[in-house]
């Protein structure tokens, strides 16, 4: 049973930061897609950063390109997303995705097969 639990989220102001954390049991991903996604109240699940397997290139939504950046710790089959410079429009439940399969669009939510359970990031003004 494949499980993706994240933490790391919480209450900050704007301009601070936050470091997500996401680890994988029962497989893993290393030559696989994981990525984060966010969905804002009222808003649909968006894209935010992900990458095509450990190692490989990062993509970044628009609205996070040079603020955030995703890593990942193979030993600890985990995925990291740190958040610079966050602002009130960041607020959101972020929620760490991966895939059990190569992909073609890991910008794609429909793309990825297993989901964590969501942190929410609050981040004030």
């Known amino acids: 049973q494949v499980q993706l639990v994240e933490s790391g989220g919480g209450l900050v102001q704007a301009g601070g930061s936050l470091r997500l954390s996401c680890t994988a049991s029962?497989?893993?991903?290393?030559?696989?897609?994981m990525g984060w996604f966010r969905q804002a109240p009222g808003k649909e699940r968006e894209f935010v950063a992900a990458?095509?397997?450990?190692?490989?290139?990062?993509y970044y939504a628009d609205s996070v390109k040079g603020r955030f950046i995703i890593s990942r710790d193979n030993a600890k089959i985990t995925v990291y997303l740190q958040m610079n410079s966050l602002k009130p429009e960041d607020t959101a439940v972020y929620y760490c995705?991966?895939?059990?399969?190569?992909?073609?669009?890991?910008?794609?939510?429909?793309?990825?097969?297993?989901w964590g359970q969501g942190t929410q990031v609050t981040v004030s003004s």
């Open positions: 029962g497989r893993t991903f290393r030559t696989y897609p």
């Open positions: 995705a991966a895939s059990g399969r190569r992909s073609s669009n890991i910008l794609v939510s429909a793309e990825y097969d297993y």
């Open positions: 990458n095509a397997w450990s190692g490989g290139n990062a």
